[in-house]
């Protein structure tokens, strides 16, 4: 008996080379020309343009125009899911890229998951804010303790306005180049939205990378320390963790 929706089709669009060349760069959250896409795939302009045609067709890709120019993203985070959960699987199973980019080691350190932090600094984020206590397992992934919601306010986010989002407020997403979990959810967007707004981060052009500013590396030291978030905002924490090399 055959039950269920029919996922050949998707899988098949996936499976091409150039579409998943294509479908990996948008995991960055940011909308691309045709032109760029083209040659993130290494293709042409009109094999692009039959690509995206596919693409969008089946759900995968949405296409906002501006003057002249088409940009394509990603449909939703149902789709930068499923492409995470493939880069899972693809990892641990073995297929990875023959020639690596010089950006790997960056690509590990930090980048985006689509709308949030991945990467050795977002694990290990998730692990502290489990160890303090702000989040805790659940069945279901992961809820927010009423400490953790003071803590995340201290960073200027409201957690009750992420929890009226139609998405989950945080859940676990697992990493595929830790093997471990950082934070995803509605929590998990808002905090790497607070640290691109401080300019504690900043993206990479043409990459998933994420790089860190010498302020936004004093205050990722100040959060994954054991006593982090017991002191006020973390506006101050740089400021803290001055005082503290300096000795006084």
């Known amino acids: 008996m055959k039950d269920g929706p029919h996922i050949a089709r998707i899988a098949a669009l996936i499976g091409d080379s150039a579409r998943a060349e294509v479908l990996t760069a948008l995991m960055a959250d940011r909308a691309l020309t045709a032109t760029e896409l083209a040659a993130l795939a290494g293709v042409t302009k009109q094999t692009i343009s039959a690509h995206l045609a596919k693409l969008l067709d089946a759900g995968l890709l949405v296409v906002e125009s501006q003057g002249r120019h088409r940009y394509f993203r990603l449909a939703d985070r149902d789709v930068a899911q499923l492409l995470e959960s493939l880069m899972n699987v693809a990892f641990r199973a073995g297929a990875v890229r023959l020639r690596a980019s010089?950006?790997?080691?960056?690509?590990?350190?930090?980048?985006?998951?689509?709308?949030?932090?991945?990467?050795?600094?977002?694990?290990?984020?998730?692990?502290?804010?489990?160890?303090?206590?702000?989040?805790?397992?659940?069945?279901?992934?992961?809820?927010?303790?009423?400490?953790?919601?003071?803590?995340?306010?201290?960073?200027?986010?409201?957690?009750?306005?992420?929890?009226?989002?139609?998405?989950?407020?945080?859940?676990?997403?697992?990493?595929?180049?830790?093997?471990?979990?950082?934070?995803?959810?509605?929590l998990g967007a808002a905090l790497l939205q607070r640290m691109l707004e401080r300019g504690w981060a900043r993206r990479d052009k043409d990459s998933r990378v994420l790089h860190f500013s010498a302020e936004g590396e004093l205050a990722l030291r100040a959060w994954l320390a054991p006593a982090a978030g017991e002191a006020a905002s973390n506006d101050t924490a740089p400021r803290t963790a001055r005082r503290a090399q300096a000795g006084t």
């Open 102 to 186: 010089p950006r790997e080691p960056a690509l590990r350190r930090a980048r985006v998951c689509y709308d949030h932090l991945a990467g050795e600094v977002a694990v290990q984020l998730h692990e502290a804010l489990l160890r303090q206590g702000y989040l805790q397992p659940a069945e279901q992934g992961l809820v927010l303790t009423a400490a953790g919601a003071e803590w995340f306010a201290h960073q200027g986010i409201d957690t009750t306005a992420a929890a009226r989002q139609r998405r989950m407020l945080c859940r676990p997403c697992l990493d595929w180049s830790e093997r471990r979990h950082h934070l995803g959810g509605a």
